[in-house]
């Protein structure tokens, strides 16, 4: 099991390092791709989502979900949709939703900030990222190979 720190030093090395994320993913097929980002407030999850996003070549402007909790955008491919679990307390707050469909569809990339709180409806292969706030401009970011 492999683990690794990248430490960004602008929101732009972010975004970056969100597009070379979703360079990789666009590769899945047939099912579904779940990323779960946990980490510090201001710790550039959602940077990072916008940097993912325009990688995967979603048009529209990524905001946050805060109030909505989770937004569904279109590449060419598929659905991108970006979930912001911050403002709910586990996964039974998601019960009424449909959230399980969304995590199944095959033609579904889902990112989560916040993911921990409801990582019991999570799958197994779900990829991690850990957001620490370091300073003013950077932040690290930590990658692993396995559940965390
Ligand atoms: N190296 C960096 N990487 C990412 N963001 C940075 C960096 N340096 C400064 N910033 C700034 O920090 C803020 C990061 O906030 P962002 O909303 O991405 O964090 P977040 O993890 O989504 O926070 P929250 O937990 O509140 O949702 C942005 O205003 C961004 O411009
Ligand atoms: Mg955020």
Known sequence: MVKMEI???????????????????????????????????????????????KGLGVKDKITSPTFVIFKKYSFDGGNFYHVDCYRIRDAADLAELDFNEVLKS??????????????????????????????????KITLFTYSI
């Open 106 to 139: 095959d033609k579904n990339i889902v990112m989560i900030e916040w993911a921990e709180k409801i990582k019991a409806i999570l799958p197994e292969d779900t990829i991690w990222m850990d957001f620490k706030y370091l300073n003013n401009n950077q932040r």
């Open 7 to 53: 430490i960004t030093k602008s929101d732009k090395e972010t975004k970056k390092a969100g597009e070379i994320l979703a360079w990789a993913a666009k590769k899945k097929k047939n099912k579904s791709l779940i990323i779960g980002l946990r980490g510090d407030l201001g710790g550039g999850k959602t940077t990072f989502t916008q940097g993912f996003a």
